[in-house]
């Protein structure tokens, strides 16, 4: 049994008067070396289900109604090639789709019609347009790009930008048309991507760069390129579209963005060291770090949730201050994070 840090874990920071308090709803919690999704409270850390998913669940998004949640099992050693469905309101598996000949999902976004979902898969080099109602594959667009891992929608749903690791490249989709419509290479290990909220920006992390670059999301022109150590992995914008955070695995932190002025604003450090690196996912990359991954801001947002994937734990910051308020215990190797306004009922 895999070794935990809840004994371990720092007390949570003396919380001032002014600080905000989580947001009515639960955290979504993937564990990866556990094939499981914790339903979390977001406020006490208590989890409130414990629902099984396929073999290295890694990304998860939720359908508009809050109701259902759509997890993407990559897979391990052998590769992946099913979703995990999650009815959120019973807090139970509602069932599994099947990828048929598309390995390795990984991204996930559902759109806003609430019944489509746009995966990527690794190994068809492809992003999949996938009916959660029907359960099967519609169609499969090929990106034409070398391990397309993350991807990010426009507002309306028209457009999704694809990211891939091995090209260092963004490919964005007409979702209406099925196509291709521009490649661009944005810098070496392009991975963390992110939307601003008005559809005008879309904002791309290269892990091996150490770089952040800003896109034109009509254009796909770059607008600046950011400095950003150390291995940036996941991008988030806050719902007022102000702040982006950066999680960087290999430094430990995460730097916060003002997203106007592109400047760095604070970096904000995980408190705490490896559980263990023994098995894991980067074992051999980044010594005791706590490798925060997944990152997830709230509709309110006021609080940041971090994915510490070597230190089974989620970290809660004040999007403001950057003052660290609790840290929750989550099963081995977290790193995606989905959110819902649902609380599933008691069992």
């Not at 759109?111 to 690794?122: F, H």
């Not at 601003?196 to 150490?210: I, K, L, M």
Request: hydrophobic share 40%.
């Amino acid at each position: 049994m895999r070794a935990r840090l809840f004994a371990a874990l720092p007390l949570a920071a003396a919380l001032s008067a002014s600080a905000p308090a989580a947001p009515a709803g639960t955290l979504v919690v993937l564990n990866k070396s556990d094939a499981s999704a914790w339903l979390v409270d977001p406020e006490t850390g208590a989890r409130l289900a414990s629902v099984p998913t396929g073999d290295g669940p890694h990304e998860a998004d939720v359908t508009p109604d809050g109701k259902l949640a759509v997890v993407t099992n990559y897979g391990s050693k052998a590769p992946g090639s099913t979703l995990t469905l999650i009815d959120l309101v019973k807090g139970t598996a509602a069932g599994t789709i099947d990828l048929g000949e598309h390995r390795r999902p990984h991204g996930v976004q559902v759109l806003p019609d609430g019944r489509r979902a746009v995966v990527t898969a690794e190994a068809s080099q492809s992003l999949l347009v996938v009916d959660v109602v029907e359960r099967k594959v519609l169609s499969a667009i090929p990106t034409g790009e070398k391990v397309s891992h993350m991807v990010a929608v426009s507002p309306d749903g028209k457009t999704a930008f694809v990211s891939s690791i091995g090209s260092g490249s963004v490919v964005s989709i007409d979702l209406g048309k099925g196509e291709r419509t521009k490649t661009v290479r944005t810098g070496e290990g392009a991975e963390g991507i992110a939307v601003t909220p008005d559809g005008r920006e879309v904002w791309v992390g290269n892990r091996a760069s150490d770089t952040l670059v800003v896109l034109d999301a009509a254009t796909l022109e770059a607008r600046r390129t950011i400095p950003c150590p150390q291995f940036p992995i996941r991008l988030e914008i806050s719902p007022d579209g102000a702040t982006l955070l950066a999680s960087n695995a290999r430094s430990g932190d995460v730097a916060v963005f003002d997203t106007k002025a592109g400047t760095e604003l604070r970096r904000v450090k995980m408190p705490m060291a490896a559980a263990t690196t023994e098995g894991r996912l980067f074992s051999d990359r980044f010594g005791k770090s706590p490798v925060p991954i997944g990152l997830l801001v709230p509709p309110v947002g006021k609080v940041a949730y971090v994915a510490n994937s070597n230190a089974d734990a989620v970290v809660v910051f004040d999007l403001a201050t950057g003052q660290i308020l609790r840290t929750l215990p989550t099963g081995a190797e977290p790193d995606g994070l989905a959110w819902t306004p649902v609380r599933p009922a008691p069992r």
